[in-house]
């Protein structure tokens, strides 16, 4: 075990120490994996440096990645985001702390469509923030609660970390996005009841109840929108299409909407989006083309293996190995962006789930509920940064106006582990066994 181990500490010491020097992530991983294998630690040939940084991506379903980042990028310049606050405005403005269940509510929806907590948290911010500054709510608190709603961006079907996972461990990507669906709208019920919470606590504002006309009007306005999370996912359920098929028809109707219906969307502004969701997308796909080494030198260490023969040397309780998993990937969700968490730490627990007979539909859901707790909060806290820049508000305040919001997302993941129901039942419901 601890002969195993040795080749592992050097090689993740050297992609921390990279990290830490500020190396960007892609690099680190790369630089990580060539010093090891020039070390002769592990008597690795170089040219699996060249074999393995081209199979780290060669997959069809990894263009699903830039075709869902580009399809929220068309949402936002088309005028779809606006109509979805609009409709969030009309349906809970009216309950104390209104703007702040608009965060959450708007937030669920278009969670439907972009499949990162980062796109949602730029769309909603950018709209809702200012808002709620000028009707008096704390920028801190602003910050807070749009980092929190955006946590659900990758857990709503569909998700850009629930295709990296899938691929990661050779999974179906419909299984995994199905399976996020509850415990997606049970983040969003528990932040709703946090919100209220603090709004009582706090005698927040909020405005006079929407008429049935006014929430009409806006839910006519707004329907092309909410018809677009059925058709993405009702078409890879349903078989019509696959995962990436789904990005490209996301990515015309979006552009068709924005153009066409809404006419929001100029000519003009499609290379500039183009240019952006490109930049975006491209950053995630270099992490996981370097991470295809990594991985590989990893599995050549046979560390899954020597996990497997610690653990159950020491229980046999399923239970206990999943309260491990839980600590081991908060922890990993502390230190680290998700893709990053996804390509080099979940091989190494597959063939621990596999002994312990943890489906690994349930440990995706878990796993990427963990690492977007680690989104909101610090030292990595990706999306709270995002939003406190928003909101131009001292960092500190924001992280301490999120913990109550991160508690609820704790209680949901809680939920979500030791009930696995919960994630389970609506992929066993629409796709079946296995």
């Known amino acids: ?167 990661v461990t050779e999974t179906s990507i419909g299984r995994l996005f199905l399976a996020g669906a509850i415990p997606g709208l049970l ?69 068709a909407v924005g153009m066409f219906v809404y006419r929001e969307l100029r000519v003009r502004d499609l290379w500039r989006i183009v240019r952006e969701s490109s930049i975006n997308s491209g950053l995630i796909l270099l992490m996981i083309a370097a991470s295809g080494t990594f991985s590989w030198l990893v599995a050549n260490m046979a560390i899954g293996d020597a996990l497997v023969q610690f653990f159950t040397s020491l229980t046999d309780s399923r239970l206990v190995m999943l309260i491990v998993i839980n600590v081991f990937f908060f922890v990993w969700g502390l230190a680290l962006e998700p893709p990053v968490a996804l390509v080099t730490m979940v091989p190494l627990l597959v063939p621990l789930a596999n002994a312990y007979q943890i489906d690994l539909i349930h440990l995706g859901v878990i796993v990427v509920l963990n690492l977007m707790i680690g989104q909101l909060t610090p030292p990595s806290g990706v999306v709270t940064f995002l939003t406190a820049q928003l909101a131009n508000a001292p960092l500190a305040a924001v992280f301490r106006e999120a913990v109550p919001f991160a508690i609820a997302l704790i209680v949901v993941l809680m939920l979500v582990t030791f009930v696995p129901a919960i994630a389970m039942w609506l992929p066993g419901v629409l796709m079946g066994g296995g």
């Open 1 to 167: 075990m601890i002969g195993q181990l040795i080749p592992f500490c050097v090689l993740m010491g050297a992609f921390l120490g990279f990290l830490a020097i500020g190396v960007p992530v892609f690099f680190a991983m790369g630089l990580a994996s060539f010093a090891f294998i020039a070390s002769g630690s592990g008597g690795v040939p170089y040219n699996v440096l060249a074999s393995t940084l081209v199979q780290g991506i060669d997959s069809f379903a990894f263009l699903a990645i830039p075709f869902f980042f580009l399809a929220g990028d068309l949402m936002n310049t088309g005028g779809i985001t606006r109509r979805l606050l609009a409709l969030a405005g009309a349906l809970v403005g009216h309950i104390r702390g209104g703007l702040s269940h608009v965060a959450v509510v708007a937030s669920m929806v278009f969670s439907g469509v972009s499949g990162s907590a980062v796109a949602d948290a730029s769309a909603i911010g950018s709209a809702i923030i200012p808002a709620m500054k000028e009707e008096g709510y704390p920028a801190e608190y602003a910050a807070a609660v749009v980092a929190a709603s955006a946590t659900m961006g990758p857990v709503i079907p569909p998700s850009i970390a629930f295709v990296v996972y899938a691929l």
């Open 187 to 255: 983040m969003g019920l528990w932040l709703l009841a946090t919100a209220s919470w603090i709004a009582h606590r706090r005698a927040f504002p909020y405005t006079s109840r929407a008429s049935l006309r006014r929430i009409l009007a806006t839910l006519r306005d707004a329907v092309f929108a909410l018809v677009m999370p059925v058709i993405i996912l009702g078409g890879i359920v349903g078989g019509v299409v696959t995962p990436t098929e789904a990005g490209v028809v996301a990515v015309v109707y979006a552009a």
